[in-house]
């Protein structure tokens, strides 16, 4: 697949802004992710996330950007960019079919004010918009309401449990599937 481009200008509602990631961010984005919360969802894997964990996802997010497979970005607050409140990453789920995978994860400091919303909020438009995505996914635990809620407030429908989905922190974890197509984005 072509590389997915980097957004020109940055994609920003004047509350957050998301830029590129860089090696300068690791000490903070590893310190917003490794929040419990973050790890109870978002880290797959048995073994303890580790800044070596970080760094090599960090030095594979460029050649992955090229490969046209996923393009990470840091949420920022606009006013203040070196204060990381999060991450987001579009993805493939099927690039060649239409459909694009959305995720974002937050640090504890930047929870309950809106920060996911907007993200996902810039992120929708842009992959309709600059991608011509036709149908944005978003999955989750089934236990994971907060992010459910973030997917609801941006008009994601919630089309069904996928039963044991995927490896998830030594076996298989369910995933609840929403989806997004043009012109339904809140
Ligand atoms: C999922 C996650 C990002 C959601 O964070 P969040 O703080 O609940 O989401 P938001 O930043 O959109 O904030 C929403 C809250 O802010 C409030 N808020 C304040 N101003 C707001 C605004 N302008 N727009 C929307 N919500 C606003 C809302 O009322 C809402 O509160 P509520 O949940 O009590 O109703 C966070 O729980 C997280 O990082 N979890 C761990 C990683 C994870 O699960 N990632 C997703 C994997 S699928």
Same mark, same amino acid.
Request: include cysteine; charge should be negative; proline fraction near 9%.
């Given at each position: ?28 984005? =590893?310190?917003? =992710? ?93 992959? =309709? ?58």
């Amino acid at each position: 697949m072509p590389p997915l481009p980097h957004p020109d200008p940055a994609l920003t509602d004047g509350v957050v802004l998301l830029r590129p990631w860089r090696e300068s961010d690791l000490p903070q984005r =590893f310190a917003g =992710f490794a929040d419990p919360l973050c790890l109870r969802f978002s880290w797959p894997l048995e073994e303890p996330f580790t800044e070596q964990h970080l760094r090599a996802r960090f030095e594979d997010e460029e050649p992955a950007r090229l490969r046209g497979e996923e393009i990470g970005f840091a949420v920022v607050n606009a006013a203040e960019p070196a204060d990381i409140r999060g991450g987001a990453s579009i993805y493939d789920a099927g690039r060649s079919e239409g459909r694009m995978g959305v995720g974002y994860w937050l640090a504890p400091h930047a929870h309950g004010r809106g920060n996911a919303t907007r993200t996902l909020r810039l992120l929708t438009r842009w992959a =309709f918009d600059e991608l011509a995505v036709e149908r944005l996914e978003l999955t989750c635990g089934p236990d994971n309401i907060a992010s459910q809620q973030v997917a609801l407030r941006c008009g994601f429908v919630r089309e069904g449990l996928l039963r044991s989905h995927i490896p998830f922190q030594g076996g298989r974890r369910d995933t609840v599937l929403f989806s997004l197509l043009p012109g339904e984005s809140e």
